[in-house]
């Protein structure tokens, strides 16, 4: 039960029809798990732990840069060369002590990652290399977790939404086959990003990541992308591929 601080707190969510006292206790009861504490992982991160998500674990093996305070809003100019995870932590913390963050400050992968998305009730794909994204959406499709996904580079972002649990759902595989085109082919590092874009990107993310926990309204179909230098969305509809090698056995 939440008591009255906690009813002020989330009052502008509670007084929402599609969210209630009964969303935001799911809310208050939900684990998010979050993979990456860059550009994208910073701001899904603060928003979830702002509205209410009561658990939430951020996995980052990297250290904070300088060349990352331009874009990764978690982390200040204090916490250069501390590691990402344990500086988002802080940062969510600061802003929401009620929410139990747990930092891991290492490349999470194979059984621990499986073990980490099944405890979870959603799992955010905030990372920005080929072979981590393959590997959260194996782990999603193995446990039936809902995986939102996003990606941002340059002027360019989008974002989809897996739900193993929808047997006519695509997987993150069904949209980008796995190939031999190279792990850091599109990395911020190599190419560059706007900085607000990651923000854009990160908060649908949480939106995302709010509706599946809540229960509000219904999650992202497709795959939505925005060019920034535009200012223009486009949405693509993502069939599944019945030959996928990640879920072409899930019924």
Known sequence: MMDDQALLRYSRQIMLPEVDIEGQERLQSAHAVIIGAGGLGSPAALYLAAAGVGRITIADADHV????????????HASI????AHSAQASMQALNPHCH???LDQHVAGEPLERLVASADVVLDCTDRFSSRYAVNAASQKTGVPLVSGAAIRFTGQLAVFDPRDVTCPCYACLYPPDDSGDEALSCAESGVMAPLVGLIGCFQAVEAFKLISGAGSAHQGLSTFDGLSGQWRHFQVPRDPACPVCAQRH
């Open 81 to 84: 060369g501390l590691n990402k």
């Open 65 to 76: 840069e300088l060349s990352n305070l331009q874009r990764q809003i978690a982390h200040q």
């Open 101 to 103: 963050v747990i930092a």
